[in-house]
Nanobody, 125 residues
């Protein structure tokens, strides 16, 4: 499956953005999905994940209460709605898909089989 992330941009501290991840030719309810991010000079880290069914989500502590991950009814897109953005949220954001037969959430990079190209989010103070 090919993933395409979009929606990044530049916002002020406290602003909002919605990232989208589209899958080409696949229905995403076959996959557990995740969002990761990589800030300059730092390792890529888990941000949010959603189970194959869409019934479970989980978030990194640093974004809980501010970010929401969801899929669309057509099962071809997942979104990351980001509110109350902070300068420390500045990073390249990646979406990823896992096609294992497991109805849970994956937290490690190595558990994901497919990756999008990344979209840059810049939050200025």
């Amino acid at each position: 499956v090919q993933l395409q992330a979009s929606g990044g941009g530049s916002v002020q501290d406290g602003g909002s953005l919605r990232l989208s991840c589209a899958a080409s030719g696949r229905f995403l309810n076959r996959y557990a999905m995740g969002w990761f991010r990589q800030a300059p000079g730092k390792e890529r880290e888990f941000v949010a994940g959603i189970s194959r069914s869409g019934g479970s989500t989980d978030y990194a502590d640093s974004v809980k209460g501010r970010f929401t991950m969801a899929g669309d009814n057509a099962k071809t897109m997942v979104y990351l709605q980001m509110h109350s953005l902070k300068p420390e949220d500045t990073a390249v954001y990646y979406c990823a898909a896992n096609n294992a037969a497991f109805y849970g959430i994956f937290y490690r990079e190595k558990d994901y089989d497919y990756w999008g190209q990344g979209t840059l989010v810049t939050v200025s103070s």
